[in-house]
T-cell receptor, first 113, second 111 residues
């Protein structure tokens, strides 16, 4: 069974801090994704990666960056956290190609004070 | 850019009643996927539809993909308390590189 593990379930940070969210998958999937989930807005794609060191902007990349140095790990970075980045962050992975479903981690609920 | 709208946003039903959520895309989709997220959980893949007019069933759940491949629906017959959660549709456009999610329908079932 696919396992997508996010490093923290809950995280509280202060405005202006640099924040790292980590995600690891154990199924050798090529694609990895970062979403944020807000009530009524569904899941909005921040960034995705289809290979090591490759990244593509999603719908809402502003204020975020990502890193994929190893195939199994995809990191989301908030360069200077702001209160409007308080949200639930979900990582997902899938094999190459659009026909495959995405497998999600449990999410990180991030609060920026 | 591509938009996927989902209605209703919330639905309360009495256990045993039927439930339907509707999904509409601003552009033609290559496919539609449906996910369920239980309270406190993460989205879990339910099914994928690819062909125009396709209908698939999973026990009490019926999924439809419209003829124009721009809309979809999920119908649950005789809801149970285990059906509680938020149901999301999501689709790829013809470029196929990004999955766009609808806003979700939160289903609450009264026993």
């Amino acid at each position: 069974d696919v396992k997508v593990t996010q490093s923290s379930r809950y995280l509280v940070k202060r405005t202006g801090e640099k924040v790292f969210l980590e995600c690891v998958q154990d199924m050798d999937h090529e694609n990895m994704f970062w979403y944020r989930q807000d009530p009524g807005l569904g899941l909005r794609l921040i960034y995705f990666s289809y290979d090591v060191k490759m990244k593509e902007k999603g719908d809402i990349p502003e204020g975020y960056s990502v890193s994929r140095e190893k195939k199994e790990r995809f990191s989301l970075i908030l360069e200077s956290a702001s209160t409007n980045q308080t949200s639930m962050y979900l990582c997902a992975s899938s094999p190459t190609g659009w026909v495959w479903p995405q497998h999600f981690g449990d999410g990180t609920r991030l609060s920026i004070l | 850019g591509q938009q996927v709208m989902q209605i209703p946003q919330y639905q309360h039903v009495q256990e045993g009643e039927d439930f339907t959520t509707y999904c509409n895309s601003s552009t033609t989709l290559s496919n539609i996927q449906w996910y369920k997220q239980r309270p406190g959980g993460h989205p879990v893949f339910l099914i994928q539809l690819v062909k125009s007019g396709e209908v698939k069933k999973q026990k009490r759940l019926t999924f439809q993909f419209g003829e124009a491949k721009k809309n979809s629906s999920l119908h649950i017959t005789a809801t149970q308390t285990t059906d509680v959660g938020t149901y999301f549709c999501a689709g790829h456009n013809n470029a196929g590189n990004m999955l766009t999610f609808g806003g979700g329908t939160r289903l609450m079932v009264k026993p």
